[in-house]
């Protein structure tokens, strides 16, 4: 059994900064690519960031030189730096993994809500 839990998140600013985390615990042997996705209202969920076990990461064109994913595969963890928000950021972001545990899986977090508001 594998779990992702997420934290950060909530009420930013435009122009201010947030944080997300996101955690995996369970029987993990070890985890490729790591990412975050969002889903706005009405809108299907899509890529933000993804950064492999070398740390080689990719952005989204709307998030490049505002948002920086990394990782700590010591502690199976992965952040989301997330600067001069704007309000089209506003979604409700899911950290993913592919974790091989007996087998590779495709892993997801509950989602934590960001809203850029003034």
């Known amino acids: 059994q594998v779990q992702l839990v997420e934290s950060g998140g909530g009420l930013g600013q435009p122009g201010g900064s947030l944080r997300l985390s996101c955690a995996a615990s369970?029987?993990?042997?070890?985890?490729?690519?790591m990412g975050w996705y969002r889903q706005a209202p009405g809108k299907e969920r899509s890529l933000v960031a993804r950064?492999?076990?070398?740390?080689?990461?990719n952005y989204v064109d709307s998030v490049k030189g505002r948002f920086t994913i990394s990782r700590d595969n010591a502690k199976n963890t992965v952040n989301l730096q997330m600067n001069s928000l704007r309000p089209d950021d506003t979604a409700v972001y899911f950290c993913?993994?592919?974790?091989?545990?007996?087998?590779?899986?495709?892993?997801w977090g509950q989602g934590t809500q960001v809203t850029v508001s003034s």
């Open positions: 950064i492999t076990r070398d740390g080689d990461a």
């Open positions: 369970g029987s993990i042997i070890t985890i490729n690519d």
């Open positions: 993913n993994m592919q974790i091989y545990t007996r087998y590779l899986g495709n892993y």
